[in-house]
């Protein structure tokens, strides 16, 4: 069984910067590509980065490219999420998604096996 629990969440003001963190525990192993999607209320989730293993290749949305970086400790097992110059618009519950095998797209919600339970980001402006 593979736990990912994610950490960081908070409320701050419009231009505040945020890290997120996603551990993972359990029946470990090296996950193909790791991932970040958001979901705010009344939206389906969305995209926001992956990471391949060994922070080989990085992939960001459109909407946060520039502003947000993730990044990988294998030795930790934990991803995370560097947020800066926050948005309102920011403003969802972020997940982050582990593959078990190589597949799909990357930017996907099926393309993942692992799902933790989300850590909410506020952004007021």
């Known amino acids: 069984q593979v736990h990912l629990l994610e950490s960081g969440g908070g409320v701050v003001q419009g231009g505040a910067s945020l890290r997120l963190s996603c551990a993972a525990s359990?029946?470990?192993?090296?996950?193909?590509?790791t991932a970040w999607f958001r979901q705010a209320p009344g939206k389906e989730r969305e995209f926001v980065s992956s990471i391949t293993w060994g922070g080989v290749s990085t992939t960001y949305a459109d909407s946060v490219n520039g502003r947000f970086t993730m990044s990988s400790d294998n030795a930790k097992n934990t991803v995370y999420l560097q947020m800066n110059s926050l948005r309102p618009e920011d403003t969802a519950v972020y997940y982050c998604a582990a593959q078990s095998r190589v597949r799909g797209s990357l930017a996907t919600v099926g393309a993942y096996d692992y799902w933790g339970q989300g850590t909410a980001v506020t952004v007021s402006p």
């Open positions: 359990g029946r470990t192993f090296t996950f193909p590509a």
